[in-house]
């Protein structure tokens, strides 16, 4: 009964998602890795619960049977296009070929959920229906993960570091959301948790600590290059209430 109860809530939250997005009013039809969603609740850091999973969301072409997969950056920086045959039942599926699965893997697909047999063992996959950002699935999906990894900053509290003003509000961060005009991802070298705003483009960083996370503006930096927190001045803070 547990796992049910985790399960309708969970289809809760992802449905109720972001409206209005700016490129395409087209709906999207996605799954998303239900694990990797719960370590992202559970106050892990974006690099820390993609280092964790493997796979983050897929989409299945049922007309072409191709499957379509974003993973961790710690997996593969490029995304997965595999394909794939109906096996007996209509609601089974089995990859032929393709990279990031090995040939034989096994997907089955209920109206709550998709399981995929892996090596690490079976990975939960649950539908998120949403707005389409981008016209190119890819990056629509991509797009989406980064939108998705925002989500847990609205539960929590936040203020200046300094007293000073707040970078980002949680009503603006809130329309952003709703916009996709917010992303944040792990960066490619497994750095930073970096946070993106599209219009202006603006980018912070975010350091995770026992039972908070701070928020630093900082400007575009080079891949490898460390920053160094001690100078930065612009600083915000997320709790949660005790």
């Known amino acids: 009964m547990r796992i049910i109860g985790f399960l309708s809530l969970l289809f809760f939250l992802l449905h109720t998602s972001h409206t209005n997005a700016q490129v395409n009013n087209d709906s999207a039809d996605y799954w998303v890795n239900s694990y990797y ?89 649950t539908p998120l229906k949403v707005p389409a950002i981008e016209k190119n699935t890819d990056a629509d999906m991509r797009k989406q993960v980064g939108v998705l990894n925002c989500k847990p900053l609205l539960k929590y509290v936040t203020k200046p570091c300094d007293g000073s003003k707040l970078l980002l509000t949680k009503e603006h961060m809130r329309d952003l959301v709703a916009k996709g005009g917010i992303t944040l991802n792990c960066s490619d070298d497994h750095h930073y948790n970096e946070l993106h705003l599209t219009n202006p483009p603006t980018e912070f960083f975010l350091s995770y600590e026992e039972d908070k996370i701070r928020m630093y503006k900082h400007p575009p930096r080079d891949r490898g290059e460390t920053i160094d927190i001690r100078k930065l001045k612009q600083c915000q803070e997320f709790y949660r209430n005790k």
């Open 37 to 125: 969603v719960a370590c992202l609740d559970s106050g892990g850091s974006v690099c820390e619960c993609e280092q964790k999973h493997d796979l983050l969301m897929l989409h299945m072409n049922r007309e072409t049977r191709i499957l379509t997969i974003v993973p961790s950056v710690y997996h593969s920086l490029e995304s997965f296009e595999l394909n794939t045959v109906v096996l007996n039942k209509k609601n089974r599926f089995m990859v032929v070929s393709g990279p990031g699965l090995d040939s034989g893997t096994n997907l089955r697909f209920t109206s709550l959920y998709l399981t995929i047999k892996t090596p690490k063992g079976p990975v939960l996959f």
